[in-house]
T-cell receptor
């Protein structure tokens, strides 16, 4: 079945560590890609998105993601995490319709 | 402030009762969505509506119903036929043109006792 996979279910880091969260999708052709973040007690909000052009996309709060078409991947990165980055992160894909397909999410805990 | 409101924030119901969750948006968006969020399963699409008076089933529509009589409103009814209704429910909307960012409400946590 076509899907979005996030293989890291729970990541625990110390402040200043580097972060990379994996996202792979199984859809061929043109896709739009998103990373959403859900901070504790807050709305789900957009972190960054890729539609076309430069495959390295920069988002809010120092996050970036790289689209690698040959690997069907859209991994999220941050060079140095902060305690305030503790949240749940969701990768999502739109293809063909207006339906967003979400991954299962990665829970990130950052300790001071 | 433009945005999406969901009410109530917490909802408790007895097993066998239908319950309706409210979702209102003032973003003038055409498309609206309902998702269910369960731990370790991400967000799963229940129903969506791309225009007033029209809606489509998502991946897990069984036991749910919706209506879209107004552009601003997209209520979700959790019926007694839904076998495992206890969950966190999120409403979202998207502007014209599609294929773009969805904006989410704060969610309603439904607990069926």
């Amino acid at each position: 079945a076509q899907s979005v996979s996030q293989h890291n279910h729970h990541v625990i880091l110390s402040e200043a560590a580097s972060l990379e969260l994996g996202c792979n999708y199984s859809y061929g052709g043109t896709v739009n890609l998103f990373w959403y973040v859900q901070y504790p007690g807050q709305h789900l909000q957009l972190l960054l998105k890729y539609f076309s052009g430069d495959p390295l996309v920069k988002g809010i709060k120092g996050f970036e993601a790289e689209f690698i078409k040959s690997k069907f991947s859209f991994n999220l990165r941050k060079p140095s995490v902060q305690w305030s980055d503790t949240a749940e992160y969701f990768c999502a894909v739109i293809k063909d319709t207006d339906k967003l397909i979400f991954g299962t999410g990665t829970r990130l805990q950052v300790f001071p | 402030d433009g945005g999406i409101t969901q009410s109530p924030k917490y909802l408790f119901r007895k097993e066998g009762q239908n319950v309706t969750l409210s979702c209102e948006q003032n973003l003038n968006h055409d498309a609206m969505y309902w998702y269910r969020q369960d731990p370790g399963q991400g967000l799963r699409l229940i129903y969506y509506s791309q225009i007033v008076n029209d809606f489509q089933k998502g991946d897990i529509a069984e036991g749910y119903s919706v209506s879209r009589e107004k552009k601003e409103s997209f209520p979700l009814t959790v019926t007694s036929a839904q076998k495992n209704p206890t969950a966190f429910y999120l409403c979202a909307s998207m502007g014209a043109g599609g294929w773009d960012e969805q904006f989410f409400g704060p969610g309603t946590r439904l607990t069926v006792l």
